[in-house]
Nanobody, 115 residues
Framework: QVQLVESGGGLVQPGGSLRLSCGAS????????MGWYRQAPGKQREMVAR???????NYADSVKGRFTISRDNAKKTVYLQMNSLKPEDTAVYYC?????????WGQGTQVTVSS
């Protein structure tokens, strides 16, 4: 059974930082391209960053230069370092494979950016 478990969210002031983690089990993690996705209230889920099995990364324009995705295959974990956070980054953040596997969605972790 595949499980993706996100953690690290919280309440942070604008300009602050958070580091999200996503631990995987039940998959050959190292062979997957992994992505971080987010869904804000009333909006569709969107991908913000992805990292290939070889470590190549891509970012949505809205987070480029502020967010960094990384992975540790030995720990089966993908990370999202978020700096210079803005109120518009407020959302529930999820990890999943790229392309998405619907059955892999976890609970997500809430990120709230507010003063």
């Amino acid at each position: 059974q595949v499980q993706l478990v996100e953690s690290g969210g919280g309440l942070v002031q604008p300009g602050g930082s958070l580091r999200l983690s996503c631990g995987a089990s039940g998959i050959i993690f190292s062979s997957y391209t992994m992505g971080w996705y987010r869904q804000a209230p009333g909006k569709q889920r969107e991908m913000v960053a992805r990292i290939s099995s070889s470590g190549s990364t891509n970012y949505a324009d809205s987070v480029k230069g502020r967010f960094t995705i990384s992975r540790d295959n030995a720990k089966k974990t993908v990370y999202l370092q978020m700096n210079s956070l803005k109120p518009e980054d407020t959302a529930v953040y999820y990890c999943n494979a790229v392309p998405i596997v619907r059955s892999y969605w976890g609970q997500g972790t809430q990120v709230t950016v507010s003063s």
